[in-house]
């Protein structure tokens, strides 16, 4: 599929959250072939959220708040600190919106039961050895159908394609001075990128 073309087919302003859409199909599709590297992704990632949080969608779920703490992980793992803020700070803005839906439908209170790892959040977004590990135990222990949990971090973006939280550990117990991640993004994905960019602008 040309991801350009499909976003010629979106005309209305109100639908311009279509084109997060298509980048995220295009994210998994390559992902899976092999056909762009880890940051390549993430870059891509960045533009699908903005996008799929434009025009009218302002509400937001559980899954959208483990996207930016995953995503706010990430940024730190690859010494990106200003999107590292950015994705902290979506991060508080989206679970304080899904935490007050919850409150409204249960008399003012959150419901009983398990809210994953979403009711500790701000200990997690410091990226810390101990909350890493808990991170890393999850992904390698959890019961991914468990219908008492919400979704886990592993079921959003990176996947298993990055287990950062592992990467951060490593950091963190001196195993590794940093992440080294290759921030080169090909000429066909700029142009893609560059593409998509004029279609949202031309959009508004």
Not at 7 to 33: R, Y
Not at 117 to 125: A, M, S
Request: hydrophobic share 35%.
């Amino acid at each position: 599929m040309n991801i350009y073309d499909e976003t010629q087919k979106i005309t209305s302003k109100d639908n311009a959250g279509s084109m997060g859409t298509l980048l995220l199909w295009f994210v998994d599709e390559a992902l899976k072939q092999n056909a762009i590297t880890i940051y390549e992704a993430f870059e891509l990632m960045e533009m699908y959220d903005r996008f799929e949080h434009s025009g009218i969608r302002k509400f937001y779920f559980s899954e959208d708040v483990v996207l930016s703490m995953n995503m706010a992980l990430m940024a730190k793992l690859f010494n990106e600190n200003a999107l590292y803020e950015q994705y902290c700070s979506d991060a508080r803005e989206r679970l304080d919106f899904w935490f007050g839906s919850l409150k409204k439908n249960n008399n003012g209170k959150l419901p009983k039961g398990s809210h994953y790892i979403l009711d500790d959040l701000e200990g997690f977004l410091t990226g810390n050895s101990e909350h890493m590990k808990k991170l890393s135990s999850v992904r390698k222990h959890a019961r991914r159908n468990n219908p008492g949990e919400n979704v886990y971090h592993f079921e959003s973006f990176p996947y298993d394609y990055l287990k950062y939280e592992d990467e951060l550990i490593k950091i963190l117990n001196g195993e590794a001075d940093r992440y080294e991640v290759d921030k080169t993004i090909s000429p066909e994905i700029c142009d893609m990128m560059t593409a998509v960019e004029l279609r949202a602008i031309e959009l508004e």
